[in-house]
């Protein structure tokens, strides 16, 4: 089991050798045997199949997903979970008086076929429809972590307030483990036709063709979103100082992390310290990890996914208020990443003539869009996302360390 662990693109330390495994949960499903599995890294939900000494996981495998599929919609989901519904008597809005079939069949109806969907690294999601229209998705969650998802509780307060800009929450899967609730699976309606926005904006970029016009539809949705956040969970205010602090610490921890910040941390920490401390700053419920891969073009507009936050952070310091600053800063830097990833990648493509032109016009559209305005506090934000990015590729991806690189030169001053 551990070299099957080791193998996975959702496993999230490759880097360091798995020494244990162990089996916290299992039980049977869908031909194979649904499991917990502990291990250095924290707990993972797998489905192997045991009958393979290999122990292979299949999860995703095509001969499983429509019987996954099947076993939520007969109100017994993997794991011998609970199932929820969004405004059903499982999330707290129905007299009580259905069964758990009906209730299942609020989520999924009977008779779908499943498919996973290619490409995601983190999580496993199957897609189900009538083998001509797909119509929901199902999301199963890899590494577990106890308490309220925050992927799953932000889409349940924007579906039940009827957000435009989201892909409707229909219901979820929790299940108990030694005392201790886990949210395994959701299920939400499925966004077809739609295009990932990350390439979609390099594809401009390729072109050469103005984003803008994406970008302004992309910040009324963001602000859309935002405000159906602020209506369906409690907002607050937080002193700037509080934020400096924040940035400030976040700072130092990458510095430790990356010596090339450590150029340009006094300039940072003059930025942070810049900000005017004696006033206050709107927080609220926000999306926490935004960029142009969470995002999704329809033909009627702009959706936003994933909604679980940074993954590296831990789950109750995602489920704390912020800025929507934060969001805004995030696709902004985004923005750059896409007008200037042709030229730091092996890609044939040059991207735009002027790609620093490409991405201010994309973020003057956005901020527009949004109905706000650049501040020293987003610029403060800004520069945090792009700290962040200038460890995350050092450590990733070396070859890209170059775009959020140059934007912390801009941003400091410091050459």
């Known amino acids: 089991m551990a070299a099957t662990l080791s193998t996975s693109r959702y496993y999230g330390a490759k880097s360091h050798p798995i020494d244990t495994v162990e089996v916290v949960a299992a039980t049977e499903a869908a031909g194979g045997r649904w499991l917990v599995a502990r291990t250095p890294d924290g707990l993972y939900q797998m489905l192997v199949d045991d009958s393979d000494e290999t122990l292979p996981d299949v999860l995703g495998a095509p001969e499983v997903a429509t019987a996954l599929g099947r076993a939520i919609a007969e109100g017994r989901p993997a794991g011998g979970g609970t199932l929820h519904v969004v405004g059903g008597d499982t999330d707290g809005g129905a007299d ?15 008779g779908l076929r499943g498919r996973r969907i290619s490409g995601e690294q983190s999580n496993t999601s199957l897609v189900f429809g009538d083998g001509t229209v797909d119509s929901l998705m199902v ?20 579906s039940r307030v009827g957000c435009p800009n989201i892909a409707t929450l229909r219901g979820w899967v929790t ?88 150029v340009y941390q006094e300039a940072a920490h003059a930025i942070y310290h810049g900000l005017d401390a004696t006033s206050t700053t709107p927080v609220q419920r926000v999306h926490g990890d935004l960029h ?22 831990p789950l109750e310091e995602r489920r704390q208020p912020d800025s929507p600053l934060k969001d805004l800063a995030g696709v902004i830097r985004s923005f750059d990443y896409a007008a200037h990833f042709h030229s730091q990648s092996d890609s044939t493509v040059p991207g735009p003539e002027y790609p620093a032109a490409w991405a201010r016009d994309c973020v003057n559209a956005f901020l527009e869009g949004y109905g706000t305005e650049n501040t020293p506090l987003l610029e403060a934000y800004r520069l945090d996302k792009a700290l962040y990015e200038v460890a995350y590729e050092a450590n990733n991806r070396p070859d890209w360390l170059g775009i959020p690189l140059a934007a912390v030169k801009r941003l400091t001053g410091v050459s």
């Open 96 to 110: 009580g008086t259905k069964e758990p079939g009906e209730l299942a069949g609020e989520v999924m109806p009977a």
């Open 139 to 158: 999301k199963y969650f890899r590494k577990l972590q106890p308490g309220a998802n925050p992927d799953v509780e932000l889409l349940a307060g924007l």
């Open 292 to 313: 142009l891969g969470q995002v999704l073009r329809t033909d009627s507009g702009w959706l936003l996914i994933d909604f679980e936050g940074e993954p590296a952070r």
């Open 175 to 262: 299940v108990d483990v030694d005392g201790w609730e886990f949210t395994t699976a959701m299920v939400q309606d499925f966004a077809r036709g739609a295009r990932d926005g990350w390439e979609l904006a390099l594809e401009y970029a390729a072109e050469g063709r103005s984003f803008a016009d994406e970008a302004r539809g992309l910040g009324r949705a963001v602000r859309r979103v935002h405000s159906d956040l602020a209506s369906a969970f409690d907002t607050g205010a937080t002193g700037i100082d509080e934020v400096r602090d924040h940035l400030t610490g976040r700072l130092t921890e990458l510095a430790c992390d990356v010596p090339v910040i450590g």
